[in-house]
């Protein structure tokens, strides 16, 4: 009979264990910052999946971090605030019901880091593709900036020559692209030309793939050269995580008629209050391939060529010769092919 009863006892226990949904184990963070932290934890027995919830120490709501894979051990647990003490726990379903589960784990505790922001320091590069002068060409403006700098809220480039060709485009015209790559996402755009006001003033307007409107920047001739300008849209944090971009007219801008430096001056703000200030400075050299022709043709045709030591030399590209005209005048010239 003893045996019969230890039968059944054993028979009890082990469906008793079997019913049961154990839950995972030792949780503890890492990496830790002053918006995220990485919880991890030794996995349950048979888990089907885990739920996580967390919440400021001390306080009643909680955050949910729901349909956790069963292969995970750890979870990035996200949208925290800076030098604040936070509780979390897991809980551990058995099968695709959520029932049975193991009931919440005990808690762990953490402490987010404090924020500190990295200088405002954006790198902007600005490029043509043709430096020949009084020609068509496309111009490419790229801006990045490192995570936790204040964000841009104006920017202004300018320059001190050349001109956007605005009466070749009538509104919704395709005049370029955009870029935009974050820590989470890439975000590709197509440039059209908005209102136009005259032939030294347009809108250009940002959409999406689908064609939805994004955003919109000025374009101008001014002063002998260009100004693009754009307010960013305040995000409320005042801080990037952040990005790369592009903005690329396609052969819209053409250059100075003059040889010579070809410069674009940055101007940019952050959204601070005050505001950070930017400044920078890209300097394109612009070759006129005419200017020999330009000379013969001002009545100072009749000249000699010498090098740099004095010595009679022959026309030669790519160097730098002495021209001594019969009027008098000298001039160094190089011609570069």
Known sequence: MRKYILIIVCVLINTNLLSQCLNANSLYVTNITHINALGNWTSAPVPDHYLIHYRILGTTNWSNLGNIDSAMVSRNIPQLQPLTTYEWQIKTFCDTSNQPNSGWSLSDTFTTIAFVAAPFNPIITNTIYNNICN????????????????????????????HFDIQSVVMGDSVGYAIMNTSTQTILSTLKVGIIAGQNYAIINSYDSLGAFIGFFAIENVNGGIKVSSTSPNDGNNYTSGFTSEIYFSNLFVTPNINGPLHFYTDIQSELVPPDQFNDTTTIMITCTNSMAEEMLQGTSNYKIYDLFGRPAVFKKNTVLIYKYSNGKTKKIIIIK
């Open 135 to 162: 020609v068509k060409t496309s111009l490419t403006l790229n801006a990045s900036q490192a995570q936790n700098e204040p964000d841009i809220g104006t920017s202004t480039i300018t320059s001190d020559g050349g």
